[in-house]
Nanobody, 120 residues
Framework: QVQLVESGGGLVQAGGSRRLSCTVSKTISINVGAWFRQSPGKQRELVAAITTAGNTNFLDSVKGRFTISRDGDNNMLYLQMNSLKPEDTAAYYC???????????????WGRGTEVTVSL
């Protein structure tokens, strides 16, 4: 069965906000949770990451606008996106490092993700 499922994408106006969710199989320990994105013609890039200790890191272009969080009870990851810009338009993906491996590999096909389109 699918172990990582992202959702919450859609169309949003520039300056608006949206929250993405990642449902993680409860059998998977989220050592590090992360969000990636990829826009057409560009490489997939790390947007944000969070450790079990709550330490976070963000892509420079989203610092101050995006927040990553986790829900331990439900084993979920979230990406709160504020002050959205057209440049944020992309397919967004979640990924989890369980202490041994990333569930989605760098070279792998991550599917469609959840698409976020920011309009002017």
């Amino acid at each position: 069965q699918v172990q990582l499922v992202e959702s919450g994408g859609g169309l949003v106006q520039a300056g608006g906000s949206r929250r993405l969710s990642c449902t993680v199989s409860k059998t998977i320990s989220i050592n590090v949770g992360a969000w990636f994105r990829q826009s057409p013609g560009k490489q997939r890039e790390l947007v944000a990451a969070i450790t079990t200790a709550g330490n976070t890191n963000f892509l420079d272009s989203v610092k101050g606008r995006f927040t990553i969080s986790r829900d331990g009870d439900n084993n979920m990851l979230y990406l709160q996106m504020n002050s959205l810009k057209p440049e944020d338009t992309a397919a967004y993906y979640c990924n989890v490092y369980d202490g041994d491996k990333w569930y989605r590999s760098t070279s792998g096909d991550w599917g469609r993700g959840t698409e976020v389109t920011v309009s002017l």
